[in-house]
């Protein structure tokens, strides 16, 4: 008794042609899906050095090897790899591990600058004030009111800011900018 009575005799439609027409319908469905991923994929780079820092310490490569992210239907996360390759993870898993890992990783100097030229620049439009050419290895500057010299102010490597009224002068250090300038004798200009 035979339990496979159609694999006697191939049925006439079945031909080497059709073979090679779902092997080209295979190529061509294959070649769509990754026009789609391009597609999806953004063009630009959203994606900052410590951006990269973050998926490679979740996923274990090198930051160098990441080439972008994005995600799909707002549920998958995919990480595109610089070798074309990409890995899907779940929306809210990867969400909680960049927390965890963004806790955990020091920041640049880059990144420390950015952040501390944030703070200088929200103080001196508070204070009414300007600032010259910023020294990016100590990060330190001089403030001006109304073009005239007002002092010094800076950030050390204890993590303080500090202030002097001289080049030379006695520093005075604190926790924040607007302290660093009220030690400088600058009040916040009061509305009339």
């Not at 926790?175 to 600058?186: K, V, Y």
Request: aromatic share 10%; glycine share 4%.
């Amino acid at each position: 008794m035979n339990y496979f009575p159609y694999t006697q005799q191939a049925p006439k439609s079945f031909s080497c042609n059709t073979i090679d027409e779902q092997t080209a319908a295979q190529a061509e469905f294959y070649n769509h899906l990754e026009a789609q991923a391009q597609t999806i994929a953004p063009t630009t780079d959203p994606l900052t050095s410590r951006d990269r820092r973050i998926i490679a310490e979740i996923i274990e490569v090198d930051p160098e090897s990441i080439r972008t992210i994005w995600i799909e239907a707002g549920i998958t996360v995919w990480v595109q790899l610089v070798d074309n390759g990409r890995l899907p993870f779940e929306r809210n898993w990867f969400y909680t591990r960049v927390q965890e890992v963004k806790a955990t990783l020091p920041e640049t100097p880059r990144e420390r600058n950015d952040r501390l030229s944030e703070e200088l620049e929200t103080a001196c439009q508070k204070y009414g004030l300007t600032h010259g050419e910023i020294d990016w290895l100590s990060f330190s500057t001089t403030l001006y009111f109304n073009n005239r010299r007002v002092g010094f102010v800076g950030y050390n490597r204890a993590d303080q800011w500090y202030s002097r009224q001289r080049p030379l002068g006695q520093s005075r250090t604190t926790d924040s900018i607007d302290e660093a300038i009220a030690l400088l004798g600058i009040s916040q200009p009061v509305a009339a």
